[in-house]
């Protein structure tokens, strides 16, 4: 009873999961079950090493050093390793909650360390632990490898025409080898799609007889050939193009398609783009969310990893969002003056998973000063509509109906923020300073200029960083002993605090960037932070990121709402020892900070 117990709890555990059926079998067997009293010493630092290696069945281990608790392990985590790698005992190893473990003896463990994914897994830090427990979500499933290159979904060779081609040869062309695009001979090339012979050639009164150079696109928008699948729903997002050309050694291999990414998988961000693209009226928009779940959760399934998905969400909500302003545009008809519409938060920094709150703000022209009321009916019917679509209501009010004003009232704000940061000043900024602007045409480079006065602006700093600090998440032990009913918000006591001290790193450094990552690697290009401690907190943020993708699909399959509370017993052991890494890995970092911003 016992080896069948023990095989199939192995099966399912790692590193043992990817061990060939032979070898499982083999460990299964020799693995025997003991068992420990709370408080019960296994081994002490300096003291007689371990001679196996134990894999935690039930109730959790500490290990220590001179008295301090450095990590509690409990189950599916494994320890003993580290003597039978040394054959010494550098640690204290503690029974926190009564311990039931299988052991495997030493000729086992190295007999399983020849196999290079059990190996490497006793070789891996924090970060790497994290980077490798991104596991898929259960909710859905993906319809296609995004992982493999473009080129495998190329079904022929391109089509060209000549510089001096016509409209019509260009067509015929077309129409000739049954495809929806024709690059152009030109210098540089260009393409021309069926779209741009509907809306820039009939639509347009042009004849038969127009240069096809004259309505063609370029530059082109390009892709290696060898450039992942998801790659290209990249690409094709952010140009807002139909039509991509695939480029080898020898030129363009071919010209991919949406129609070809669509029939890759119906759950892609370009399939949802579609939807978006066809929403006829506002009675379309309920629905929006859910399709975006499934996306998420497909995506997710398919291997992709957090941060790329939420780039494809936050895209696909730009699109929805200019849908939106068409339609506002269509009942009041143009704007008086330029505007620019802003979103904050996670969908300023191209970061949000599932459908947050609204976070947004609208800007117009000095001149439009007059014309308050219309940008005020403006903002409501957008704020109404995205509500409609799946976007609640910003319980702070930090919406375009409550925040909008002329450019010179925006330049005041954020210059008032950084010149006389008071507590509001500050909770402020720390929203606002992630803006992007959407839609719209108003310059906002004077925002950006205000924002890159920061790194004179000590006191602004050291007082942001204070708040960012406020920000802290439970301690590991703590949430132990409250046991698998312990709960807490993932967003505010995880994701926010590493979201809110790279935010402090980029000012401080006069950084324009928006995406967290990117803002850590200019602290540590900058020299603010180590290479080992950027790299652990970038991969602390994606496993986080993933677990709130997952805990949020696993509330929509079960029919709640997603929200960002997560509770202990919902976790697999993995999921709780990696959460439990990452929460670590932040209070380390945040100790560091506060000494580097002086805010202790």
């Known amino acids: 009873m016992v080896v069948v117990d023990a095989a199939a709890f192995l099966r399912t555990t790692p590193p043992f999961d990817g061990l060939p059926p032979a070898l499982l079998e083999e460990a299964a067997a020799r693995a025997d079950l003991q068992t420990w009293p709370a408080g019960a010493c296994l081994v002490r630092a300096g003291g007689e090493p371990l001679r196996h290696l134990y894999v935690v069945r039930k109730g959790s281990v500490r290990l220590e050093r001179d008295g301090q608790t450095l990590q509690v392990l409990e189950e599916g985590e494994c320890f003993g390793y580290t003597s039978l790698l040394t054959g010494k005992a550098t640690l204290d190893v503690v029974v926190e909650e009564d311990l039931a473990a299988y052991r495997l003896p030493r000729d086992v463990f190295r007999r399983l360390l020849r196999e290079p994914r059990f190996a490497g897994h006793f070789a891996l830090g924090i970060g790497e632990r994290l980077r490798a427990s991104l596991a898929s979500s259960p909710v859905a499933t993906f319809r296609a490898d995004v992982s493999q290159p473009v080129s495998t979904l190329l079904r022929r060779p391109a089509v060209w025409v000549g510089e001096g081609a016509t409209v019509r040869e260009a067509a015929e062309a077309m129409r000739r080898e049954d495809v929806s695009s024709a690059l152009v001979r030109s210098e540089p090339a260009a393409i021309v799609t069926d779209e741009d012979l509907r809306t820039r050639v009939l639509a347009a009164g042009l004849g038969p007889a127009t240069p096809v150079a004259a309505v063609a696109s370029r530059p082109l928008r390009t892709v290696p050939a060898d450039a992942p699948i998801y790659r290209a729903w990249e690409v094709l997002l952010e140009a807002g193009v139909s039509h991509l050309p695939v480029v080898d050694g020898n030129g363009v291999a071919g010209v991919l398609a949406t129609s070809d990414l669509l029939r890759c ?336």
């Open 265 to 600: 998988t119906a759950q892609g961000p370009v399939a949802v783009l579609r939807r978006v693209e066809r929403l006829a009226s506002r009675e379309s928009l309920p629905g929006y969310a859910g399709k975006v779940a499934e996306m998420a959760a497909a995506l997710l399934r398919g291997g992709i990893e957090p941060l790329l998905i939420a780039g494809f969400v936050s895209r696909l909500n730009d699109a929805l969002l200019r849908r939106i302003l068409e339609w506002a545009h269509a009942d009041m008809g143009p704007a008086p003056v330029p505007y620019g519409w802003m979103v904050f938060g996670s969908e300023g920094r191209a970061e949000q998973t599932i459908l947050t709150d609204q976070d947004n703000a609208l800007a117009f022209a000095d001149e439009g000063e007059g014309q308050r009321a219309w940008f005020q009916g403006f903002a409501e019917r957008a704020n109404d509509d995205l509500q409609a679509a799946g976007f609640p209501a910003c319980p702070g009010g930090y919406m375009a109906r409550n925040w909008l004003g002329t450019a010179t009232e925006w330049r005041g704000r954020f210059a008032g923020w950084i010149d006389a940061p008071q507590p509001e000043a500050l909770l402020q900024a720390a929203i606002f300073f992630d803006f992007r602007r959407v839609a719209g045409t108003l310059d906002l480079s004077a925002l950006e200029a205000i924002m890159a006065r920061t790194p004179d602006r000590p006191m602004f700093l050291r007082l942001l960083a204070s708040t960012a600090l406020d920000q802290r998440p439970p301690a590991p032990l703590l949430l132990r002993m409250r046991g698998d009913a312990a709960s807490f918000d993932l967003k505010r006591f995880a994701i926010n605090p590493i979201v809110a001290l790279a935010r402090c790193y980029a000012l401080e450094v006069g950084s324009r960037a928006r995406n967290t990552l990117e803002r850590l690697r200019q602290a540590r290009d900058a020299g603010l932070m180590g290479a080992d401690l950027c790299a652990t907190v970038g991969e602390a943020y994606r496993y986080l990121l993933g677990l709130r993708i997952r805990v949020q699909l696993r509330q929509i399959a079960s029919g709640r709402r997603p929200t960002n509370e997560v509770t202990l017993g919902e976790l697999g052991g993995m999921e709780r020892s990696r959460l439990k890494d990452a929460l670590r890995t932040i209070r380390g970092w945040q100790d560091k900070a506060a000494y580097h911003f002086q805010a202790i």
